[in-house]
């Protein structure tokens, strides 16, 4: 059972334009939300994170929003720039529970 | 400051053979925690320890792992009897406090098990 989905397995964004990165999740107990990049044979680098009481989370080009009644969050990246490109993996988990759950990922391209 | 540094970064070993995994986290975390990729998948918790202890191994197969973070020393995941389907890459990560309490946990660079 896949509690956190990833739907878009590829994302291709013209170097400059806006990324969006989608999430799902299905367990409603999750109240805690990450975003991860990775390159191909190095681990998860933490990008940024949302906690449940909030819908909306900034850091520099990177902006995470959070629709808890969809249970739905996104990660915009803007501007985005080639070294962007990498492999987005969105987590989540429960307070007092430290094991986080992943979904499948996102390869992200940016063209120049 | 070092990162979480995991070796070795790649193993190869022969079905019904040993693996052991080692993992030194980052200065002054005493958080562990050991994740598994296999191919095209996300990465699935495995353990969850503190020094000596193991918190949470909700995520482990019931036989042949098992996990370890002695007082002194790396945390260790070994993997006895290897089978084809233990072929994934395997990732340390740690942090200062829990993750929950919004300590950030950093990962490793992990280790690439192939079983042959």
């Known amino acids: 059972d896949q509690q956190v989905k990833q739907n878009s397995p590829s994302l291709s964004v013209q170097e400059g334009r806006i990324s969006i990165l989608n999430c799902d999740y299905t367990?409603?107990?999750?109240?805690?939300f990450l975003w991860y990049k990775k390159y191909p044979a190095e681990g998860p680098t933490f990008l940024i994170s949302?906690?449940?009481?909030?819908d909306k989370n900034e850091d520099g080009r990177f902006t995470v929003f959070l629709n808890k009644s969809a249970k739905h969050l996104s990660l915009h990246i803007v501007p985005s720039q080639p070294g962007d490109s990498a492999v987005y993996f969105c987590?989540?988990?429960?307070?007092?529970?430290?094991?986080?759950?992943f979904g499948t990922g996102t390869r992200l391209t940016i063209i120049p | 400051n070092a990162g979480v540094m995991q070796n070795p970064r790649h193993l190869v070993r022969r079905r019904g053979q040993e693996a052991r995994l080692r993992c030194s986290p980052m200065?002054?975390?005493?958080?562990v925690y050991w994740y598994r990729q296999l191919p095209e998948e996300g990465l699935k918790f495995m353990v969850y320890l503190q020094k000596e202890n193991i918190i949470d191994e909700s995520g482990m197969p019931k036989e042949r792992f098992s996990a370890e973070f002695p007082k002194e020393g790396p945390s260790i995941l070994r993997i006895q009897q290897v089978v084809r389907g233990d072929s994934a890459a395997y990732f340390c990560a740690s942090s200062r406090g829990q993750g929950s309490s919004g300590n950030t946990i950093y990962f490793g660079e992990g280790s690439w098990l192939t079983v042959v």
């Open positions: 949302i906690s449940s009481i909030k």
């Open positions: 987590a989540a988990s429960v307070s007092g529970n430290e094991k986080l759950t």
């Open positions: 200065k002054g975390h005493s958080h």
């Open positions: 367990n409603s107990m999750f109240d805690y």
